[in-house]
């Protein structure tokens, strides 16, 4: 299963860099958790739960951190994240099945591409001084926020898929495999919850999020045991 190439231990390490990365520094959610901490009162409660408007928006970038956790920036990057975090266990499910490699493949485009169009951070940052283009971006929120939740699922569903992978491929422990299914699980049940909780199937996302932690963690460190292996197996 450990193909002895500097290519793979190299990839191996680069995943395991980037998982890491996207636990301690990258997380997805960082806005909601600056919220209840009211943004460290670096933003007034007006802006926090009053209207968006070009002003407001203005305001929020006027510490240009503080922006971009308010738009989600972090979300973004730790979605590309796990898509390097991803990349070997995909190689390894192409290997031994194609077209479940290329499902896996499809997947963590679609949710990149998704996110990326659905996340407003850049574009409000980028076009911070023309109020023109800054009303026409918000303008598009609704719709931008149906990707949002496109994007979603396709990550949870990415997650679950890779997570069977996992066992299938007997890549992991078995704790992995737990805690990839109960992250995966939770986090799906937010689509389901839209139709009997309404606004608070958030959640099921907020319920996911220790388990996320702890399996994207599980994924590096495992990710790195196996480079480990593979040097001492090319000796």
């Not at 283009?133 to 931008?144: D, H, N």
């Amino acid at each position: 299963m450990i193909a002895q190439t500097k290519g793979l231990k190299l990839l191996l390490f680069i995943s395991c860099l980037a998982g890491l990365t996207a636990v301690f520094l990258f997380r997805r959610n960082l806005a909601a958790e600056a919220y209840m901490l009211q943004y460290f009162g670096f933003i007034s409660e007006e802006l926090i739960y009053g209207k968006l408007t070009v002003d407001a928006v203005k305001e929020i970038f006027s510490i240009p951190l503080v922006g971009l956790i308010y738009f989600d920036f972090f979300d973004l990057v730790n979605v590309m994240l796990l898509g390097i975090l991803f990349t070997p266990v995909i190689y390894f499910t192409y290997r031994k099945w194609q077209w479940l490699g290329i499902l896996s493949v499809l997947l963590l485009a679609g949710c990149l591409v998704f996110y990326a169009i659905s996340n407003l951070a850049l574009p409000l940052y980028i076009n911070l001084h023309d109020p023109e283009k800054l009303r026409e971006i918000l303008s598009q929120m609704p719709r931008r926020a149906i990707t949002g939740e496109i994007s979603v699922f396709l990550l949870y569903a990415l997650g679950l898929l890779i997570t069977v992978m996992t066992k299938k491929l007997n890549l992991f422990s078995r704790y992995t495999y737990a805690f990839g299914l109960l992250t995966n699980v939770i986090g799906l049940l937010y689509f389901p919850l839209f139709f009997v909780i309404g606004e608070f199937r958030y959640l099921a996302i907020a319920a996911a999020a220790p388990f996320t932690v702890i399996w994207h963690a599980n994924l590096a460190f495992h990710l790195n045991a196996l480079r480990k292996k593979s040097e001492r197996l090319a000796e």
